[in-house]
């Protein structure tokens, strides 16, 4: 029985996408790749961020969730992540709209491009447990992708 692990996405089969580890006994996230070729302009006021591919989806049981942050030289790089810390729910995993293919938001605070190439270590998949306060009700179903939790 699966508990938590990655997949790549449908439309990235035959792209050499790696399926992320840690890189010590003692890491707490998996590295993850970038899929493709991206690239990052600096950052102006009102533009929005870079969305970075990564050509994977994670699964996990219910009570868990992951998420996704930077890894600690991006903001030395000049990489900070949009959203601070992705937050991604056990349901978005091979949801209809993209299949759950997550990916990493970045804005640029250089004054020059950074160029992510495919195979960058672009941020860490961390898996956690949650906790539901007494008396929880909650019916609703996704069916949103990326950066939603519509619900039916």
């Given at each position: 029985m699966k508990e938590r692990g990655f997949e790549v996405v449908k439309g990235y089969e035959n792209q050499d996408i790696h399926l992320p580890i840690r890189k010590t006994k003692y890491s707490a996230g998996y590295d993850i790749e970038a899929a493709k070729e991206v690239v990052i302009p600096p950052y102006q006021f009102g533009m929005k961020p870079t969305l970075i591919p990564t050509g994977l989806k994670a699964y996990c049981k219910e009570d868990e969730f992951y998420i996704l942050v930077n890894r600690s030289s991006g903001p030395k790089k000049g990489l900070v992540m949009a959203n601070s810390v992705g937050v991604?729910?056990?349901?978005?995993?091979?949801?209809?709209?993209?299949?759950?293919?997550?990916?990493?938001?970045?804005?640029?605070?250089?004054?020059?491009?950074?160029?992510?190439?495919?195979?960058?270590?672009?941020?860490?998949?961390?898996?956690?447990?949650?906790?539901?306060?007494?008396?929880?009700?909650?019916?609703?179903?996704?069916?949103?992708?990326?950066?939603?939790?519509?619900?039916?």
């Open positions: 991604i729910d056990a349901d978005y995993y091979e949801n209809e709209t993209n299949d759950g293919h997550f990916y990493f938001q970045y804005y640029n605070f250089l004054d020059h491009e950074i160029v992510i190439h495919k195979g960058d270590a672009i941020g860490q998949v961390i898996f956690l447990n949650y906790l539901k306060v007494d008396h929880d009700i909650c019916g609703g179903k996704r069916t949103g992708g990326f950066g939603t939790t519509d619900t039916i």
